[in-house]
């Protein structure tokens, strides 16, 4: 398995929902997330890899190295956003199909010669929906597998048409039944999404602390009247209601320290949007980050307080609702060091880094010591078609990824409670 043959197949599921200026667009459970779930598929079909779907659609292929153990799980995902970039999540799920595929070949390798088996199983998964862009909240399959988010309640989920995902996932033919395995570990590869790596030369991030967010789901209730015959002190304009809110949304960052909060509103809904109605409902979405949790709660709070004004202000009534609140996650140190190390042993520069951007490794740390790798943005942007990382940092992220899923599969990160007794490969040759 060589870097060019990563570099055709990440360059071939690129053109895949490919878009006018480089990017791709593959929402959840669409077409073109399909065909994508096909790629994956023949990728492990081919190697003779088990394949299963779970109960929301996560996608798994299995590489038995020690039957009966517990899985290290490489992987991330393959939706994007609409118009989105074609490096997001995508990179770390092929960058994670060539790493396994890399230990598979050095493990059997290893058995050949009489080697000690690896502890652990190996697996590779595509997390469904992570984007939380046609599905909201985001990172919702890794969450359904983790248990921190109702099965039931996530397929129930319906997008901007009305569509389910228990329809959507039906109709692409991804609404699975299989088994989740038991997880030893979990390693993330991602584009950083920021200016960081780039700006100081470095290959590897090591990611150690993820930011605090939140939405505000906001819906602002007017009523519809004419735009032609109602007097303007008649009105009970909810989309002038919604363009203060979103004014007010962006302007709360004025209150901290610059760069300290992040926080827009992304996603908006009119009815009945007519040029001649004044609207009657404004449907908002706003997005809260910051590494400290109470800046985004005094944020939160100034916003709603703002909003109580904007209400009485325009004859309105504004409801806003708290979801997809994520906790900081820190990583475990043993696996910052593992990366650190392996990032020295491949003579890549590394450095530790926090992530503002969601992932699924946020879900997976809650449940099993997870390491999460960045490589470089170019111009750190992201979620755009612009959305870039160089070859070569790819190919150095993907050395990375092997050589620490090589590791633990290993037993690198394992409790001394997994501790299993060293055992020649072959004995399950
Ligand atoms: O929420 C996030 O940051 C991710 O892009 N879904
Ligand atoms: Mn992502
Ligand atoms: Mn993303």
Avoid at 341 to 367: K, W
Wanted: charge should be negative; aromatic fraction near 6%.
């Amino acid at each position: 398995m060589t870097t060019d043959t990563f570099l055709t197949d990440f360059h071939e599921v690129a053109q895949i929902g490919a878009t006018p200026n480089n990017g791709v667009d593959r929402q959840a459970a669409t077409a073109e997330d399909r065909e994508t779930r096909e790629w994956f598929r023949a990728f492990a079909k081919e190697r003779g890899w088990e394949l299963r779907v779970d109960g929301i659609g996560n996608q798994l292929a299995l590489i038995e190295l020690r039957p009966g153990s517990p899985y290290v799980l490489l992987g991330s995902h393959l939706d994007s956003q609409p118009l989105g970039g074609r490096f997001d999540g995508a990179y770390g799920v092929i960058a994670g199909l060539h790493a396994a595929d890399r230990i598979a070949r050095r493990v059997a390798a290893d058995a050949a010669e009489g080697g000690a088996a690896p502890q652990f199983n190996l697996a590779v998964v595509n997390w469904f929906n992570e984007e939380g862009g046609r599905f909201a909240p985001s990172i919702m399959g890794s969450s359904v597998f983790a248990g921190l988010m109702n099965e039931d309640e996530m397929l129930d989920v319906r997008d901007l048409r009305g569509v389910s995902v228990r329809e959507a996932l039906g109709e692409i033919g991804y609404l699975g039944t299989d088994e989740r395995p038991e997880i030893a570990a979990y390693a993330e590869i991602h584009i950083e999404q920021g200016r960081i790596l780039e700006r100081e030369g470095i290959a590897i991030g090591a990611v150690d602390r993820s930011w605090y967010t939140q939405k505000l789901d906001i819906e602002v209730l007017g009523e519809q009247s004419h735009t032609g015959a109602t007097l303007m002190s008649d009105r009970h304009d909810a989309l002038l209601g919604a363009a203060k809110v979103i004014q007010r949304v962006h302007e709360v960052t004025d209150l901290f320290e610059p760069e300290t909060l992040v926080s827009s509103v992304g996603q908006m809904t009119l009815e009945p949007n007519s040029p001649i109605v004044v609207a009657r409902r404004v449907h908002l979405v706003a997005d809260l980050r910051a590494d400290d949790r109470e800046v985004v709660l005094r944020a939160r709070d100034q916003i709603l307080a703002d909003i109580r004004e904007i209400e009485a202000e325009h004859g309105l009534v504004i409801n806003a609702r708290d979801f997809d609140v994520r906790d900081n996650q820190h990583y475990p140190e043993q696996g910052l060091e593992l990366a650190d190390q392996v990032a020295l042993d491949l003579g890549l520069g590394s450095r530790r880094i926090r992530t503002m951007a969601g992932h699924d490794s946020v879900a997976m740390n809650r449940i099993a010591p997870t390491v999460m790798l960045f490589i470089p943005s170019v111009d750190g942007v992201s979620h755009c078609e612009r959305e870039f990382s160089r070859d070569e940092d790819m190919v150095a992220g993907v050395e990375m990824l092997a050589e620490v899923g090589w590791r633990l599969v290993h037993g690198a990160l394992a409790s001394d409670a997994d501790a299993a007794d060293p055992v020649p490969a072959h004995a399950f040759a």
